[in-house]
């Protein structure tokens, strides 16, 4: 447990100290490295990319239970907590009811579900409208989740989704 403490602060500050020294105006890619919480086995990479219609997600995730599993954007980009609470809630800037990734009308950093397969892996990818790299509204130095259980899209704050099986600090990448 202490490892993995020392290893959740260690990648927060490396990604802090590479999201301060980038040009948040400039970021066009970035990633967030998923390390395991709550003593699961789960890790993987979410990337994100700035194209013409938003920003393209790729969400690659091992170690899962079969079936969905909530993922969302939190509001900070600390996963020092051996549960990873210290990530606190859904980032939400305008204050809007937690909703799927394809309303109108949500949080922010509602990215739905992940569904793993049943070896455990989780691919996703789309494009999001909502989210960006840059701006007062951008999600660099935030933290991407993984849930234990299924978001249900519905329930608020957050969707009933359960622990925090992974966390990972979305820090500029190299383009």
């Not at 301060?20 to 990479?45: C, F, M, N, R, W």
């Not at 309303?103 to 990215?111: E, K, N, Q, Y």
Request: hydrophobic letters at 40%; aromatic letters at 4%; charged letters at 20%.
């Amino acid at each position: 447990m202490k490892a993995h403490s020392f290893f959740a602060l260690l990648a927060a500050i490396i990604t802090v100290t590479l999201v301060s020294s980038a040009s948040a105006q400039d970021a066009t890619k970035a990633i967030a490295v998923l390390t395991s919480a709550s003593g699961s086995k789960v890790t993987g990479t979410v990337t994100f990319t700035e194209d013409g219609d938003g920003v393209k997600v790729v969400a690659d995730v091992t170690g899962l239970a079969p079936g969905k599993h909530g993922f969302h954007v939190h509001e900070f980009g600390d996963c020092s907590s051996p549960d990873a609470t210290s990530a606190g809630g859904h980032y939400n800037p305008e204050k809007h009811q937690h909703a799927d990734r394809t309303a109108t009308d949500r949080h922010v950093g509602d990215l739905g579900n992940l569904e793993a397969d049943s070896s455990g892996n989780a691919h996703l990818g789309w494009t999001d409208k909502m989210l960006t790299l840059s701006g007062d509204d951008s999600v660099l130095g935030l933290a991407v989740i993984v849930h234990e259980k299924e978001d249900d899209l519905k329930s608020q704050p957050v969707g009933n989704a359960g622990g925090r099986l992974a966390c990972g600090v979305i820090g500029v990448a190299k383009p």
